[in-house]
C-alpha cells in the first residue's frame, strides 16, 4: 500500500465519520452530538489539508475551505452551549431567567 492509498482511505473514513456524526446532530442538537461532528469536521480538514500538500490540484483547498465554513457557523452554536452549561452550575438567584432563555433558544 503506498501513501496515496493510506491518505485515500484515511479520508474515506474521516468522511464518514463525519456523515455519521452530521446525521446525529441533525436530529439531535445535544452537547456531545455538535461536540463529536465538530472534532470530525477538523479531522477531516486535516486530512483534506495533507491530501492538498501532497497532490497539486485535486480541489482538496476548496473543500476544506468549505468545512471551516461549517465549523465557524457551528461555533456559535457550541458557544451557547457551553454558557449554558456552565450558568446551570450557578445558583439561581445568581443568573438572570431572561439569560438561561436566551441560551436555550439559541
Known amino acids: ?28 442538537c445535544g452537547e456531545s452530538e455538535i461536540h463529536d461532528l465538530r472534532v470530525a469536521a477538523r479531522r477531516f480538514t486535516s486530512v483534506l489539508a495533507l491530501l492538498d500538500s501532497t497532490f497539486q490540484d485535486i480541489g482538496a483547498d476548496d ?30 438567584n445568581e443568573v438572570p431567567r431572561a439569560f438561561l432563555e436566551l441560551l436555550e433558544n439559541k
Open 63 to 92: 473543500a476544506r475551505r468549505k468545512f471551516k465554513k461549517v465549523l465557524k457557523q457551528l461555533g456559535a452554536l457550541r458557544d451557547a452551549q457551553v454558557q449554558l452549561l456552565r450558568s446551570r452550575d450557578i445558583p439561581d
Open 1 to 28: 500500500m503506498n501513501n496515496s492509498d493510506v491518505l485515500i482511505e484515511a479520508l474515506e473514513d474521516w468522511w464518514k465519520r463525519f456523515s455519521q456524526n452530521w446525521k446525529l446532530a441533525k436530529y439531535d
